[in-house]
């Protein structure tokens, strides 16, 4: 039996979900509620939301230091959230590890 106790559905693991669902069964969530959210260290001061991030690219190198290339939320941050937030064009998402 493989078990994986940490997919996060429906959108960060959705490309996964998608290719192999067929061969998975969803046993519901085991905690929660739960939320993915992009961070900035607590010694960062001035930055509570995304959009205080307007005009501070200068203070992360221009960088948004994000997770897997394979996650479902850094695709959307890539293709999506930065746009929505006008932040595409000071910010580079940087996969992670």
């Avoid at 959705?14 to 067929?22: F, V």
């Avoid at 992360?60 to 929505?84: D, H, N, T, Y």
């Amino acid at each position: 039996i493989d078990f994986e106790t940490d997919s996060w559905l429906p959108t960060t693991h959705e490309s996964y979900w998608k290719k192999y669902g067929d061969k998975l069964e969803d046993m519901g969530s085991w905690y929660g509620p739960t939320s993915l959210e992009v961070a900035v260290p607590s010694y960062v001061k001035g930055i509570e939301s995304m959009e205080d991030l307007k005009g501070q690219a200068d203070k992360f190198k221009g960088r948004i230091v994000g997770i897997e290339p394979g996650a479902g939320e850094m695709q959307l941050l890539k293709s999506k959230v930065l746009k929505e937030y006008g932040l595409d064009k000071e910010f580079k998402v940087v996969d992670g590890s």
